[in-house]
Structures are given as structure tokens and as C-alpha cells.
């Protein structure tokens, strides 16, 4: 992808390594806010079964939620650090052989 990027000439060799940690960031951001549709759904549907067991309150921590979103995309950024210095380091036409 990166050899396509830099003769498309939409990438930049200062570039490479920024782009990676991006895309890391938003690979693990978009993970977390699918797990904050999904798990809220399910344990809402959970709890609505223990009902007839007495539990009749709800509460969803949303600064907790919305901490766990930033610290996924923290964690995306540091998960890319080390393929994006990789990436910055690789030479452009041995990437492009490669696709």
C-alpha cells in the first residue's frame, strides 16, 4: 500500500510513518466504539432477564466508556509505533516490487 501511495504521489517519505500510526489509531478506536454499541446492547438484554430476580437498575458509566475510547486509540498509537519506524524505513521501490 505505501509503494502505491508514494507514486500515486499522495504520500510523502516524511509521511510513512504518520500515516501508519494513524491508521493504528483509528483501527483501535473504531474496535473500541463497536465493542460501545455492542456491549451496552448485550448487557442490557442480560440485565433485563435478572429483572424478574429483583435487579431493576441500569447505570452506564459513560465517562469510564468515553476514557476507554481514548485510551484505545492511545494504545493504537503506541501497537503502530514500532511498524510505523519500520515502515518510514523501507525503501519505496522494494515496497512497490512487492504489491
Not at 32 to 54: F, H, N, T
Not at 66 to 90: M, W
Amino acid at each position: 500500500m505505501l509503494g502505491v501511495a508514494f507514486v500515486a504521489g499522495t504520500l510523502v517519505l516524511t509521511d510513512t510513518g504518520a500515516m501508519v500510526r494513524t491508521e493504528g489509531a483509528i483501527i483501535s478506536v473504531l474496535g473500541a466504539v463497536l465493542g460501545l454499541v455492542i456491549g451496552p446492547v448485550v448487557a442490557l438484554a442480560m440485565l433485563a432477564s435478572l429483572r424478574e430476580k429483583g435487579i431493576t437498575e441500569t447505570a452506564v458509566p459513560v465517562v469510564r466508556l468515553l476514557d476507554f475510547v481514548a485510551l484505545a486509540g492511545l494504545a493504537g498509537l503506541l501497537a503502530a509505533a514500532l511498524p510505523a519506524r519500520r515502515a518510514a524505513r523501507i525503501d519505496i521501490l522494494a515496497a512497490i516490487a512487492q504489491e
